[in-house]
């Protein structure tokens, strides 16, 4: 089965991110592709939903909360509706201008349906007056503009008609000091080569279902367990994780119970919750700089630890 590609278009308010995607819909619409768009807003009234126009374009509205935190069930079940229904090949996932990149990750890699997506990349949209004047927000808006760039495949920057050429500079400077391998482009409305955009990609290792973004540090993981496996022995496993594994979650099955339990873990903490069904054995993982290699050799060896001990 076709992954549906998806693309993640992040940025702060007002930065030019609906322009963006009247542009990529554009392009689609030329290519004849299935396209869905989810769009979110932090009120209760959709406020761009018109951007996305034409009959052939679905679009699934997440009102009334941030997609990183408050609806995430909400947008997991709409996620699926729209796969099982509408079997897009593309999906764009435009989010608040509060939603962080990883958080935005983690809202939308379910392990029911992890397998079925193909991570393109974050397109982030900056607003270059904005930028040179965010030491005015406050600190927590600092930085999640910083963190919206640090974690971003390909940066837009725009108004760069209302900034002089040491300004434009300035920018370029800062910010490729924070994702030195990002593309970044100076422009305005968001006018971009879409073919720049298209030819974003990830490197896929079959047997153990990697997605590695090639141009970006933050990546994401799946892994399907085959069998249960010990407890002790998964427990050891997360004490030696790296610090820069964010997020995991799945579902795992130990050898003492006769159903899954769906796992969680951020920030070091695990959350163990006994399921009463049998679920995919899914483990989906969101880190930066991580050799996903290691990691499958070792959800192997647990594997291959329990299967000695029958």
């Known amino acids: 089965m076709k992954k549906a590609e998806v693309y993640i278009l992040s940025g702060f308010l007002g930065s030019g991110k609906t322009t963006l995607l009247k542009r990529l819909l554009e392009d689609e619409q030329k290519s004849g592709r299935k396209t869905a768009v989810m769009m979110n807003e932090l009120g209760k009234v959709s406020i761009d939903s018109d951007a996305v126009a034409g009959e052939d374009v679905s679009l699934k509205e997440l009102l009334g909360g941030c997609i990183c935190c408050s609806i995430q069930d909400k947008l997991e079940a709409q996620l699926q509706g729209l796969l099982l229904d509408e079997k897009p090949e593309v999906i764009y996932i435009e989010t608040t201008g509060a939603a962080h990149p990883v958080e935005v990750l983690d809202a939308i890699l379910s392990p029911l349906f992890a397998d079925k997506l193909l991570i393109k990349g974050i397109l982030t949209t900056v607003d270059g007056t904005r930028w040179m004047d ?3 927000l406050s600190p927590q808006l600092q930085q999640l503009i910083l963190e919206q760039v640090k974690h971003a495949d ?13 300004e434009q500079a300035r920018i370029t400077f800062e910010i490729q000091s924070i994702n030195p391998n990002v593309k970044c482009l100076l422009t305005n409305y968001s006018l971009v080569a879409i073919e720049q955009l298209r030819r974003l990609s990830v490197s896929f290792h079959k047997e153990a279902k990697v997605l590695q973004r090639i141009n970006l540090n933050l990546s994401t993981y ?12 998964f427990e050891n496993f997360l004490k030696n994780l790296p610090d820069t594994i964010y997020r995991i979650k799945g579902y795992v099955k130990f050898d003492y119970s006769n159903f899954p339990f769906l796992f969680q873990f951020s920030y070091g903490m695990p959350i163990y919750m006994k399921e009463e069904m049998n679920m995919p054995l899914n483990l989906v993982f969101i880190g930066e700089n991580i050799n996903w290699q290691e990691i499958e050799a070792q959800l192997k060896n647990l594997e291959k630890k329990e299967k000695y001990q029958d």
């Open 134 to 136: 965010r030491k005015s």
């Open 222 to 233: 799946v892994y399907q367990f085959k069998t249960d496996i010990n407890h002790t022995e």
């Open 154 to 166: 390909f940066i837009i920057i725009n108004k760069m008609n209302e900034l002089k050429e040491n």
